[in-house]
């Protein structure tokens, strides 16, 4: 995969939310302020438990299985699971991210990249595609990709758990020694 494909998905994070604070945004604002990495992480499965409760009880079941799927490496059966999922729920944003990861893992990189499109596009606030998405450039060396994937993902969740650390790592890697 070309570098520039992974900057194209970073521009559907660009895009401004609604006016109307939902809790959800206001979940959001509580992650950008958070003063450590625990309260954080707090914040973030709260967030988590939101974008889960968006789903219907059925696509809700198919997701959780696919994750069940994923942790016995099980990836073929998970992919099933998740592809179903959003074919009940194309607006489910974490069902893409988790189908991209099993994807990933079966080397599908083309479709990964995919799904991870879809996800942003639902969510551009979706951490956990930004997080997915340059752990997919860093396999492929695409360090600049790698980069801006992780800088996205620090400005929505600045106390992500070595997310520093990280973002000077892959800065480093994509711009030189010196940047």
């Not at 992974?6 to 958070?34: F, G, N, S």
């Not at 179903?84 to 080397?107: C, H, V």
Request: with cysteine; proline share 6%; glycine share 6%.
């Amino acid at each position: 995969m070309r570098r520039a494909a992974v900057l194209p998905l970073l521009m559907l994070c660009a895009q401004a939310p609604a006016p109307d604070r939902t809790p959800l945004d206001q979940l959001y604002d509580a992650l950008r302020q958070a003063p450590d990495e625990a309260i954080a992480g707090r914040i973030e499965e709260q967030i988590r438990a939101r974008w889960l409760s968006q789903a219907t009880p059925a696509t809700a079941l198919l997701f959780t299985r696919g994750l069940h799927e994923m942790q016995n490496d099980a990836t073929p059966d998970a992919i099933d699971d998740f592809s179903a999922a959003i074919d009940l729920q194309p607006d489910f944003a974490e069902a893409f991210t988790e189908r991209a990861r099993a994807r990933f893992a079966e080397g599908d990189y083309a479709g990964a990249v995919e799904d991870i499109g879809a996800s942003l596009g639902a969510d551009p606030r979706q951490f956990d595609a930004l997080d997915a998405l340059s752990r997919f450039a860093e396999s492929r060396n695409d360090w600049k990709g790698a980069y801006s994937a992780w800088r996205k993902l620090m400005e929505i969740d600045p106390r992500t758990p070595g997310g520093v650390d990280r973002l000077n790592d892959l800065r480093r890697r994509a711009l030189g020694e010196n940047a």
